[in-house]
């Protein structure tokens, strides 16, 4: 687990919030206090889709992509003033873990990765962005979750 302070908010939230940069990932929660907290649940509600709705591909994982949810939860935090603070839970979805994967010639089965997340938190006038690796079976190896940290402090730079 890493985490990498961002020193360039104005142009980290910009990406985050109308740029197309955080896209892949899956939002499993986030949180926003403003005038009052609010609070998503990133999981998809099967019961308030079609049937057609439930089988397409962006559903099957079960959690909503961010460029779904991004327009959401820009409306809860624009205005004039900033938001008191904000945390944002990302998951890698299973395109793009494989993707990481095939790229960081790693020989891990993605069916025993839970999730490679990156958690966005705002708060006090400082923005932090933190990894995490969650795994379904208890493992010695740290090179996923080494290479995990590595990808995400080095596309965190442009922020810094």
Known sequence: MKSVEISNIRKFTAALFTGEVFDGFLVTEAVFSTMATFSIDGHINRDFLSEEEQNLPENQEGVN?????????????????????????????????????????????????????????????????????????????????????EYVVNAMKIYQ
Request: proline share 4%; charged share 30%.
């Open 65 to 149: 992509q961010w460029r779904k949810m991004k327009p959401i939860c820009y409306e809860i935090i624009k205005g004039k003033r900033i938001p008191r603070k904000f945390k944002i839970v990302f998951r890698l979805s299973e395109a793009k873990l494989r993707t990481f994967l095939e790229k960081t010639g790693m020989n891990t089965d993605p069916e025993q990765i839970s999730g490679l997340f990156l958690n966005i938190n705002f708060q006090e006038g400082k923005l932090y962005c933190t990894t995490g690796t969650a795994l379904k079976t208890f493992s010695m190896d740290r090179t996923l979750e080494q290479q995990w940290d």
